[in-house]
């Protein structure tokens, strides 16, 4: 497994206005939080809030981060609210393949590598892959056509050339992917990811066939994706991890997810592939 590159990410849009005031008030409405509310989380008063969400008061460069913390404002939109209010940002944005990251690939590497046979990848706040292992590859095998980097994971997965003519279960799959866009869109207010869901959601869906959908009734914790490979359909449930209190915004976009299998028989299938 090797991290690739995937193309720069571009900065993540903010509402229009002068200074800092009208995007905190933003993200303080966004996140439906009175500015009493708050004040109270932030060791302040509703009145100081009012004056810095209006420019009658400049805040402090601590009081900026107090304040992004408690309405959980990204990090890269952080730096925004800083220069924004006149200070330097505080969080970096390092290249994934600088060699201050080295330690971090090597774990991630070791994180994926370590889960095979079972499928794992590492994604971006675009959801272009960084990096992935041999479970992936497998699943991916026979569309060249959308391999070409920056791979998308959701280009792959949804695209009617990617991988969407293989889920059995594609609507519903469709329909849980489509919904973690539209958080994280809310969540981080970014124009392109807004765009990128535009293109995906405008994807043809097949129309159902017999023998589409699910092969049995799904009596599982949660949605899984079921995927013809070679003549057997496997199920897989997905999880996303992130990074804890990131001081960089290129690791605060970071994401491992990974494809649990969700039957004994998926999980005998891949073990047979990769023993």
């Known amino acids: 497994m090797t991290i690739v590159p995937s193309g720069s990410t571009e900065p993540a849009g903010t509402p229009s206005g002068p200074g800092v005031g009208p995007l905190l008030r933003a993200w303080r409405e966004q ?41 959980d404002v990204p990090v890269r939109e952080r730096n925004a609210l800083l220069l924004a209010a006149g200070y330097a940002p505080r969080y970096p944005e390092t290249p994934l393949d600088d060699p201050a990251l080295d330690a971090l690939r090597a774990g991630m590497e070791q994180l994926i590598q370590g889960y095979e046979p079972y499928p794992a990848l590492v994604v971006d706040a675009m959801y272009n892959v960084h990096a992935a292992n041999r479970g992936i590859l497998m699943i991916l095998d026979g569309i060249p056509e959308l391999l070409d980097p920056p791979l998308n994971a959701m280009r792959l997965t949804l695209h009617p050339e990617g991988l969407a003519p293989r889920i059995r279960n594609l609507r519903e799959w469709r329909g849980h992917l489509l919904a973690q866009m539209e958080r994280q869109i809310a969540l981080h207010r970014s124009e ?34 079921q995927i013809e490979h070679e003549g057997r359909v496997l199920s897989f449930i997905s999880s996303i991890s992130t990074f804890n209190t990131p001081m960089d915004v290129t690791v605060a976009e970071l994401a491992i997810e990974t494809l649990l299998p969700a039957d004994p028989a998926t999980v005998k299938y891949l073990q047979s592939l990769m023993p």
């Open 31 to 71: 996140r439906r939080v009175s500015q009493l509310e708050l004040a109270l989380r932030a060791d302040s008063s509703a009145r100081h809030i009012s004056f810095i969400e209006t420019g009658r008061s400049r805040p402090s460069e601590e009081m900026v981060l107090r304040l992004a913390e408690h309405l």
């Open 192 to 225: 392109p990811l807004r765009k990128l869901y535009e293109e995906v959601a405008a994807y043809p869906v097949p129309e159902e066939t017999p023998g589409a959908g699910p092969t049995e009734p799904v009596p599982y914790f949660a949605l899984p994706m």
